[in-house]
């Protein structure tokens, strides 16, 4: 388990709380995301701290890849959520549109992207995404 440094406990989703109160709680099993806005932030987190059992635990079998390499070389800076559609507590369904800063082989990036997701049996998952035109 990621331990942030007592310096760094604020979660790296930038929702203002600590880690472990935060995404920390998800990543650890203790707890599962109330909403897709939730789970949004927390995958993001985990692609931050490496996280890839938690991503493939939370994506929908039925998009999910057979495996998920991820890049170390990849060092994501700042999630800001541009909107949600649905994904409440009582919803079957949502919508979270975000943008994901990153920096790349000393590149800066912007991934832009429209996730959707689905609730089954009160656990959300990360379903796909829309990428704009």
């Not at 806005?37 to 999910?64: C, G, I, K, N």
Request: charged fraction near 30%.
């Amino acid at each position: 388990m990621f331990e942030p440094p007592i310096n760094a406990r604020r979660c790296v989703c930038l929702s203002g709380e600590e880690y472990f109160e935060c995404c920390g709680r998800f990543h650890d099993g203790e707890a599962e995301a109330a909403t897709a806005e939730q789970l949004m932030r927390s995958r993001y987190s985990a692609f931050v701290l490496m996280e890839a059992d938690y991503l493939m635990r939370t994506w929908h079998p039925d998009t999910a890849p057979s495996e998920l390499e991820l890049d170390p070389g990849l060092e994501w800076r700042r999630l800001d959520i541009l909107s949600t559609r649905r994904g409440g507590p009582l919803d079957t369904e949502g919508w979270v549109e975000f943008k994901a800063h990153f920096v790349h082989n000393s590149e800066r990036g912007v991934h832009h992207e429209t996730s959707s997701f689905v609730r089954e049996n009160r656990r959300w998952y990360y379903v796909d995404a829309v990428l704009p035109a």
